[in-house]
């Protein structure tokens, strides 16, 4: 069975910086996209970055500039480093992969459990 487990979230002060962690484990022969979601209180959950199976990564505008998104194949993980932290970045994220079990499958998402970023001003 297929889980992500998310670390590094937390209360940090307005300009300050985090890393998000999220390992994939389980039954995998290859994942294609990883990703960070977020949702705030009351507002839809939004797509914050996305990083390609050969590493290119992709932002959303409100976060251009200021998070980095990596992954380590061998490690099956995604790292997601937010720099200059805005209050309004506060929400809960959420790391994602599109994993294919096994050669010659569909691959589908499988969602980390969210890991909650709080940013005081």
């Known amino acids: 069975q297929v889980q992500l487990v998310e670390s590094g979230g937390g209360l940090v002060q307005a300009g300050g910086s985090l890393r998000l962690s999220c390992a994939v484990s389980?039954?995998?022969?290859?994942?294609?996209?990883m990703g960070w979601y977020r949702q705030a209180p009351g507002k839809q959950r939004e797509l914050v970055a996305v990083?390609?199976?050969?590493?290119?990564?992709h932002y959303a505008d409100s976060v251009k500039g200021r998070f980095t998104i990596s992954r380590d194949n061998a490690k099956n993980t995604v790292y997601l480093q937010m720099n200059s932290l805005k209050p309004e970045d506060t929400a809960i994220y959420y790391c994602?992969?599109?994993?294919?079990?096994?050669?010659?499958?569909?691959?589908?998402?499988?969602w980390g459990q969210g890991t909650q970023v709080t940013v005081s001003s």
């Open positions: 994602y992969a599109d994993v294919k079990p096994y050669r010659g499958s569909y691959s589908y998402t499988k």
């Open positions: 389980g039954s995998i022969f290859s994942i294609n996209d």
């Open positions: 990083i390609t199976s050969g590493g290119s990564p």
